[in-house]
């Protein structure tokens, strides 16, 4: 069975700073996808960035870039120039290939990330 | 503009009564989840339903129960049965297309048994 970990259960940032996040994750398959979504205090969550495991280059999304480390299973997300609005809890979360449905997905705990003023 | 809606925000339940939350769909997405969220815990799957009058079990189902009569609904019923239900609750969708994965959500209900 996958598991996905997120060792920092809370973290902060200056406004217009950079923040990591950390994920990793389990699995003995090959072909994989890898997601971080995001939950703002409104609470309707939202994709914030998409990884394809046979893909080398790392995907990124406007100021939301990632580090995929794929023999390390590590998955972090990069927050560039944060914002107010990334004031948010984060969950990183993985789901086999050839899956197209959400019952494979294996979600992270999550880590809260608030943006200071 | 298409989206998910679920209702009611937030409800309060006695213990021993059932209770049922909705979720509504207008993406026209075949397949549907119920997610429960707990802190610390992340998100577990509950039930989910990949067409119309069939759903299966997830992860926690035991004191749960849901239905699939049409395509744009799956309401979730929290019965008596389920020893510790409060909690956040979110429903979901997704196309069945396997090159995206995305998942698209509703903004939550909150259960609190009194």
């Known amino acids: 069975a996958q598991t996905v970990t997120q060792s920092q259960p809370e973290m902060s940032v200056q406004e217009a700073e950079t923040v990591t996040l950390s994920c990793t994750y389990d699995?003995?398959?090959?072909?994989?996808?890898l997601f971080w979504y995001k939950q703002p205090p409104s609470r309707q969550m939202i994709l914030v960035i998409r990884?394809?495991?046979?893909?080398?280059q790392n995907a990124t999304e406007n100021r939301f870039s990632v580090n995929f480390q794929k023999a390390a299973k590590s998955f972090s997300l990069k927050i560039s120039d944060s914002q107010l609005g990334d004031t948010a809890m984060y969950f990183c979360a993985f789901m086999k290939h050839g899956f197209g449905y959400g019952q494979n997905f294996v979600f992270g705990p999550g880590t809260r990330l608030s943006v200071l003023p | 503009d298409g989206g998910i809606t679920q209702s009611p925000k937030y409800l309060f339940r006695k213990e021993g009564q059932n209770v049922t939350l909705s979720c509504e769909q207008n993406l026209n997405h075949d397949a549907m989840y119920w997610y429960r969220q707990d802190p610390g815990q992340g998100l577990r799957l509950i039930y989910y339903?990949?067409?119309?009058?069939?759903?299966q079990k997830g992860d926690i189902a035991e004191g749960y129960s849901v239905s699939r009569e049409k395509k744009e609904s799956f309401p979730l019923t929290v019965t008596s049965a389920q020893k510790n239900p409060t909690a956040f609750y979110l429903c979901?969708?997704?196309?069945?297309?396997?090159?995206?994965?995305?998942?698209?959500f509703g903004e939550g209900s909150r259960l609190t048994v009194l």
């Open positions: 990884q394809e495991a046979y893909k080398q």
């Open positions: 979901a969708s997704s196309t069945r297309q396997s090159n995206t994965g995305e998942l698209f």
């Open positions: 339903s990949q067409i119309v009058n069939d759903f």
């Open positions: 699995t003995s398959e090959n072909n994989y996808y």
